[in-house]
């Protein structure tokens, strides 16, 4: 089944871009403006937009930044820590001590980037509550 014209082209007139909603998520700003803070006390977020009033209680990650932050802190240490003890043999409390510190500290730098992420994908692709609706981008 094709899709009328019509529909085609409003869908793509109020499209809402996916990578610079990305971009704005990683830096924890709002997806659509880019402007007010998308988190508050590290991972709650805010009710709505505090510059353009985007309505971000419909945002549901859920679980899924957990997992990415998993999965990225993972496959950077695990390839690290080979090279580490291979190259240099290090003793192992010494290896211990400075891999949790970097896995911990990436984790905690990652999680609300990630929860960022998240978010800012469910707006672009107007999944959950950020149906269309929802206002789209507004000129940036």
Not at 24 to 41: A, E, I, V
Not at 55 to 83: C, E, F, K, N, S
Request: proline content about 7%; charged content about 15%; aromatic content about 8%.
């Amino acid at each position: 089944m094709t899709e009328s014209p019509a529909v085609t082209a409003h869908d793509a007139e109020h499209d809402r871009p996916t990578m610079p909603a990305l971009a704005k998520g990683w830096r924890c700003k709002c997806p659509n403006c880019g402007q007010g803070k998308l988190l508050h006390s590290y991972l709650k977020v805010n009710s709505s937009c505090s510059h353009c009033g985007l309505d971000l209680t419909h945002a549901r990650a859920d679980d899924g930044p957990a997992y990415l932050t998993i999965l990225i802190v993972g496959h950077v240490m695990a390839p690290l820590m080979h090279v580490v003890y291979f190259s240099w043999r290090p003793e192992p409390l010494v290896m211990f001590t400075v891999f949790t510190i970097g896995c911990l500290a990436s984790s905690l730098y990652l999680l609300p980037r990630m929860k960022g992420i998240v978010i800012a994908y469910q707006w672009a692709r107007r999944m959950h509550g950020f149906g269309k609706d929802s206002p789209a981008v507004t000129g940036q």
